[in-house]
C-alpha cells in the first residue's frame, strides 16, 4: 500500500463527503431561494381570509388549504387504522412468537415493507374495483387512500413496537415476572411503559412516510381539484399530489409558484416530524430504511 | 389479572399478527386475479419479452422493464462510490464533529420527501442536463438516475457507517499498535470485516431503486422505448403503472398494468431473500 494510494483514497472520500452536501445544500437552497416570496397567507388561503376558510364557512379556491386539509385527514387517518394492529402485532413478535413462526411471520413484514408504494397503490385501487362491484358507492377515495397509506406504514409500526420491546435490559425484562406479575401484567405495566419512546418515534416516522408518498395517493383518490374533502368516500387533494400535479401541468408562472410554495411547505412538515422523532429517541431512523 | 383477559389478550394480539401478515398474501392475491387474463396460457415469459405496440395488439412489459433495470443500474453506479467514500469520512477519515454533522445531514435527507426531489429535478437538473448535452428535452435516463442516487444514497450511506462502526475497537487499536495508519485500518481491517452490512446496504438501496415511482415518473421522460442511450428518454414499470391507470378498465393495457405491479412485488420479494440469506450465511443475526 503506497503512500500516494492512500493519500488518493482520502481526497477521494473528501470529494465525495463534499459533493453529497454540495447535492443537498444545491437542492434545497435552489427551492428555497426560489420558493421562500411565496410562502405566506395568500398562498395558504388565496383570497379568502384565514378565519373563514378554518371554521370551513367559505371554500378556498387560489390556496393551498384543501390540499393541506386532505393530507392531515388522509395522514391521521392512516396512522389510526395502522396504530392499533401495527402496535398490536409489534407486541406479538417481541413477547408471544417464538421459533418457526417467529421466522415465517418476520419473513412476510420484511416483505410487506419492502413493497414499492406504486404496487400499493395498485393494490387499493384494485381493492376499490372489487368494492365498487358489492358497494356501488365506493371509488377510489379518502377512505381507500388511507386504508392503503396504513398498509403501507404497518410494518414500520410492527418493527419500530418490536425492536423498542426487544431492546429493554433484561433486568426490565424480568424483575415484574420475578416478583410474581403475569405475563400481561408485565406488559401493560412494565414493557409497554418502558418502551413508549421507541414505539412512538417509530409512529412519527410512519406519520412522515405518510404525509410525503406520492404514489399511493396518485392511484387511490387523490386529484388536483376537490376542496375541503367532504365525506369520507369522497375524492380529496393533498400536498404532494399537488406538487406532482403542478410539475407536469402548471398554467402560469403564478401556479408554478405555489409549488414552489407547496414543495417548502411539505419538506418543513417532514422535517418537523423527523426532529421530533429523533429528539425521542436517537439512531431509530435506521429502522426506518426498511422502505422502496 | 384474570385469566380469561390473558388468553383475550392474547388472542387478540395473535389476531393482529395474523391479519398483517395476511395482508401480504392479500396485495399478491390481488395483482394475480386482476392481471390473470393475460397471464393465461403461459404468456407471462411472452409478456415480459414482448415490445408495446397496443395497434398491434402487443402488450408486452420490455421496455418498461429495460427502462427500470437501466434508470437503477446506473443510479447505482453513480450513487455507489459517492455513498462509500461519504461513509469512510464519516466513520474513518472526518474529524469527529464534521464526521457527526455529515451523519445528522444524512440522516435529514432520508425524510426529504421524493416528490421534492422530482420537483426540484424538473426545473433544476433536467435543464442543467439539456444546456450541457445540447439535445434533447433533458428528460431522459441520466437525469433520473442522478436524482435516483441523491435519493438512495442515504440509505447505503447509513448502512455502511453502521457496518464500518460496528468493527470491534480493539481491532483498530491492534493496527494502529503496529504502527498502521487509518487509511491502513480502513482497508485492511474494517473493509474485510463490514462487507456483510456493505452487501445488504447494496441490496437495499437497489431495492428501493426499483421500487422509486415519483423520480422517473417525473424525469425520465417516460417514452415507451428501450433506450438507446442515457440521453434518451425512458419509462419504468412504477411510472407505466401510474400513467396507464386512467384508462379502460376492460382494456389490456390497463391488465397489463398488473403485470408490472406483479413483476415489482416479485423484484422487492427477491431482495427481501437475498438481504434474509446474506444474514442466514453469515451467521449473525438480522436486524
Known amino acids: 500500500m503506497s503512500r500516494w494510494m492512500e493519500r488518493t483514497l482520502i481526497v477521494f472520500c473528501w470529494i465525495c463527503g463534499l459533493a453529497l452536501l454540495a447535492a443537498i ?26 378565519v373563514d376558510a378554518l371554521l370551513l364557512r367559505k371554500h378556498v379556491f387560489a390556496g393551498l388549504f384543501p390540499a393541506m386539509v386532505g393530507t392531515v385527514a388522509v395522514v391521521t387517518l392512516s396512522v389510526g387504522f395502522a396504530i392499533p394492529v401495527g402496535i398490536a402485532s409489534g407486541i406479538y413478535m417481541a413477547e408471544y412468537a417464538r421459533g418457526g413462526v417467529k421466522t415465517v411471520l418476520g419473513f412476510f413484514f420484511d416483505i410487506l415493507a419492502g413493497v414499492p408504494s406504486i404496487v400499493i397503490g395498485l393494490f387499493g385501487f384494485a381493492l376499490a374495483i372489487f368494492l ?7 371509488y377510489p377515495s379518502l377512505f381507500i387512500s388511507s386504508l392503503s397509506l396504513a398498509v403501507l406504514v404497518l410494518p414500520y409500526i410492527i418493527r419500530s413496537t418490536q425492536f423498542a420491546l426487544e431492546n429493554l435490559p433484561a433486568a426490565t425484562k424480568l424483575i415484574a415476572v420475578a416478583l410474581g406479575a403475569t405475563k400481561l401484567q408485565n406488559i401493560v405495566y412494565v414493557l409497554i411503559p418502558k418502551s413508549l419512546s421507541g414505539i412512538f418515534s417509530g409512529v412519527i416516522l410512519a406519520t412522515g412516510r ?3 408518498d406520492t404514489a399511493v395517493i396518485l392511484l387511490t383518490g387523490a386529484v388536483a381539484f376537490a376542496g375541503v374533502p367532504k365525506s369520507l368516500f369522497a375524492q380529496y387533494e393533498a400536498l404532494p399530489f ?15 409558484l405555489s409549488g414552489y410554495g407547496a414543495s417548502i411547505i411539505l419538506l418543513l412538515i417532514c422535517a418537523l416530524l423527523f426532529f421530533i422523532a429523533s429528539m425521542i429517541r436517537k439512531g431509530v431512523t435506521y429502522q426506518a430504511l426498511y422502505r422502496a | 389479572m384474570a385469566k380469561w383477559l390473558e388468553k383475550l389478550a392474547e388472542r387478540i394480539l395473535t389476531v393482529s399478527a395474523l391479519i398483517s401478515a395476511f395482508i401480504t398474501v392479500l396485495i399478491f392475491a390481488f395483482l394475480l386475479i386482476f392481471g390473470l387474463p393475460l397471464l393465461q396460457g403461459g404468456q407471462w415469459f411472452g409478456l415480459l419479452a414482448d415490445p408495446w405496440s397496443p395497434r398491434e395488439g402487443l402488450y408486452g412489459i420490455r421496455p418498461m422493464l429495460m427502462g427500470t433495470v437501466y434508470i437503477s443500474l446506473l443510479g447505482m453506479a453513480f450513487a455507489l462510490p459517492l455513498s ?10 472526518a474529524p469527529r464533529r464534521f464526521g457527526g454533522f455529515l451523519r445528522k445531514v444524512v440522516q435529514l435527507m432520508t425524510g426529504i420527501p421524493t416528490v421534492v426531489y422530482g420537483f426540484v429535478g424538473i426545473f433544476l437538473l433536467v435543464p442543467m442536463v439539456r444546456e450541457i448535452f445540447q439535445g434533447g428535452s433533458g428528460m431522459c435516463v441520466l437525469t433520473a438516475s442522478l436524482m435516483l442516487a441523491v ?11 453502521d457496518g464500518f462502526d460496528r468493527v470491534p475497537r480493539s481491532y483498530l487499536d491492534a493496527v494502529a499498535a503496529l504502527g498502521g495508519n487509518e487509511a491502513q485500518q480502513f482497508i485492511f481491517v474494517i473493509l474485510p470485516n463490514a462487507w456483510r452490512s456493505v452487501l445488504s446496504g447494496i441490496v437495499l438501496a437497489f431495492g428501493r431503486a426499483l421500487g422509486d415511482t415519483l423520480i422517473a415518473l417525473m424525469i425520465a421522460g417516460n417514452a415507451v422505448q428501450t433506450p438507446s442511450s442515457i440521453l434518451e428518454s425512458a419509462r419504468t414499470l412504477t411510472a407505466h403503472i401510474a400513467l396507464v391507470i386512467a384508462s379502460d378498465y376492460d382494456s389490456p393495457e390497463f391488465k397489463s398494468i398488473f403485470a408490472c405491479g406483479l413483476t415489482l412485488y416479485l423484484f ?17 443475526k438480522e436486524r
Open chain 2, 84 to 93: 462509500f467514500g461519504c461513509s469512510a469520512l464519516i466513520s474513518v477519515f
Open chain 1, 210 to 212: 405518510c404525509a410525503e
Open chain 1, 242 to 256: 399537488y406538487i406532482y400535479y403542478i410539475s407536469s401541468q402548471y398554467a402560469n408562472q403564478q401556479e408554478l
Open chain 1, 132 to 138: 365498487h362491484k358489492h358497494f356501488s358507492s365506493i
Open chain 2, 151 to 161: 435519493l438512495i444514497s442515504p440509505t447505503l450511506i447509513l448502512f455502511f457507517v
Open chain 2, 268 to 284: 422487492s420479494a427477491a431482495v427481501v431473500v437475498l438481504i434474509r440469506s446474506i444474514g442466514a450465511i453469515f451467521g449473525r
Open chain 1, 25 to 50: 445544500t444545491a437542492i434545497i437552497g435552489y427551492l428555497l431561494y426560489k420558493g421562500m416570496g411565496t410562502v405566506n397567507l395568500t398562498l395558504i388561503f388565496g383570497d379568502t381570509s384565514p
